[in-house]
Every structure is written in structure tokens, then in C-alpha cells.
């Protein structure tokens, strides 16, 4: 960590501040403790007045407790997708194969492997090479895998039918409303990430079309959505042949669809 003085650390404050970071002290106080010098510092700083997100001048993201890796163009996880894990965890067991498809850079997954009851066989897949790269650094320390491809098209075929687990923050923000979004998404994440198309569904539709043939008998699905979308996107799993549900939570302000093989 960089020791600055007082009235340096105050002017930093002022700065973040002044350029519209809502929690500046915090930010200023993450800036000192990763920046390796001064002159890295003010790289750093400049970035963030700027309006490159804070994750992506650190470099990580903190998930669940840990730090997760990201980069710049790299999706960030949102504090709403912990109700992803929360609601796959009672679902696990010794040895389950596990499968997050559009993992960017692999929060849940990485989360599921550091919780899980016991080992678990993860697969990360992402169209986007940037993720790819950030997915590996963080699920292969743990034993996962990540891989490049279109959806299920990167995912070795034998495990058709045998997925206990198909998780997916697939993106769901409709087209027209993407002008609206804050800034630090719109212009620093990659928009393969964030479209989904006229409705937003159009990503989901995809995965679930296909997830009759890779879940296990047992399996299930769960796709992260929004309160206003989630019955349409569990409609999509009723006329896939699954059974489903809906999970909502306000302490994270998340939506879960949960389709269940029937």
C-alpha cells in the first residue's frame, strides 16, 4: 500500500468525488492499497475520473467474498447474480457436473467451486475471448475449466445428457433500452454481454431450446432474469418440456428462473 499524506489522500477523496464516484473514500482507499507507486497511482486515478469502471482499473471484482479477476471489456458481476449461487448450492452434490454458459469471467462458477459440498466438474463457456482468459485465471486455480464457444458449441459433446447443473447470466437487456443504461456499462462492457436482443429473451431462448439435451434426468436450469421478464422466460422452459419456478429476493435485488427436468 502507498503512504500518502493526509492532505494527498484528501485531495484524491476530492477528486473521485468531483468526477462523480458516489463512495470516493472507499474507492480512494481500494486505489492506494493496489496501486505498486505513485506513478501507477495517478494512472489509475486519471482512468477512474475518466469513467473506466472501478473493477476494471483494479482489475478484480469482489464476489461473494473473494476477488474475481476481470479486464477491460470484460462483463463485471453484479451483486444480484449471488442469488444464482445461493439458489444452486442445496442443488449439488459429490461429484455433480455443472455447466455456466455466458460466464464471463466466471464469478458463479468460481463461487460453486469454492462452496460447492464436496468436488464438483465445472464447464465455463463465453463467446468473448476477453472473458474466456479472465474465466480461466479464475476457475482453474480451482479445478474448472473454461472454454471459448457460442453457447453450448464449446462444451466437450459427451457431456450431452449428463449435466447435473446448467447455470446462465445469459444477457437480457432489451436493445432499446441499452441507451439508458449507467455509462460505466454501456461504453467499458462488451455488448454481446449486455443485449439481448428486442426483448431481452433472445439469448435465453437459445439456451433453453437447447437444454432438454444436456441436462441429466435430474438436471436443472437457471437462468439469471428480470422481475418483469421472469414468467416469460419460465413460459420458455414449460414449452421446453421443464417444470418452473421462479426465485426472488429483494436483498439482492435478483430474479432466478429454475426449470427442472420434468
Known amino acids: 500500500m502507498i503512504e500518502v499524506d493526509p492532505e494527498h489522500a484528501a485531495a484524491l477523496v476530492e477528486r ?3 468526477a462523480g464516484c458516489v463512495f470516493a473514500e472507499d474507492e480512494a482507499a481500494l486505489l492506494l492499497a493496489e496501486a505498486p507507486d505513485h506513478g501507477r497511482l ?18 478484480w471484482v469482489a464476489f461473494r467474498g473473494r476477488r474475481v479477476v476481470v ?11 449471488e442469488l444464482l449461487v445461493d439458489v444452486a448450492l442445496p442443488r ?6 455443472v455447466v455456466e454458459l455466458c ?22 463457456s463465453d463467446i468473448d475471448l476477453a472473458a474466456v482468459y479472465c474465466a480461466r485465471r479464475n476457475v482453474e486455480p480451482l479445478g474448472g ?14 457431456l450431452a445428457g449428463r449435466v447435473d447443473l446448467l447455470l446462465a447470466n445469459a444477457p437480457y437487456v432489451p436493445s432499446a433500452s441499452m441507451a439508458t443504461m449507467p455509462p460505466e456499462a454501456r ?60 426465485v426472488r429476493d429483494d436483498e439482492f ?9 420434468a
Open 145 to 158: 475449466h473454461a472454454l471459448p464457444g457460442d453457447l453450448f458449441d464449446g462444451l466437450p459433446g459427451a
Open 253 to 261: 435485488d435478483g430474479t432466478v428462473a429454475v426449470g427442472v427436468m
Open 42 to 59: 495517478e494512472r489509475m486515478v486519471a482512468a477512474r475520473v475518466a469513467g473506466r469502471p472501478l473493477e476494471h482499473v483494479l482489475g
Open 16 to 18: 473521485l468525488r468531483t
Open 92 to 97: 449439488l452434490r459429490n461429484g455433480s457436473t
Open 187 to 246: 461504453e467499458h462492457e462488451a455488448v454481446i454481454a449486455l443485449d439481448g436482443g428486442a426483448d431481452g429473451l433472445d439469448v435465453q431462448r437459445r439456451i433453453i431450446m437447447q437444454t432438454p439435451d444436456w441436462l441429466s434426468p435430474t438436471g436443472a436450469v437457471l437462468i439469471e432474469t428480470s422481475e418483469r421478464q421472469a414468467p416469460e422466460t419460465a413460459a420458455l422452459m414449460r414449452a421446453a418440456g421443464l417444470t418452473a419456478s421462479i
Open 103 to 124: 460466464c464471463g469471467a466466471a464469478a458463479v462458477g468460481s463461487a460453486l467451486l469454492t462452496e460447492a459440498p464436496g468436488p464438483i466438474d465445472l464447464w465455463a
Open 71 to 81: 479486464a477491460d471489456g470484460v462483463f463485471v458481476p453484479r451483486r444480484r447474480t
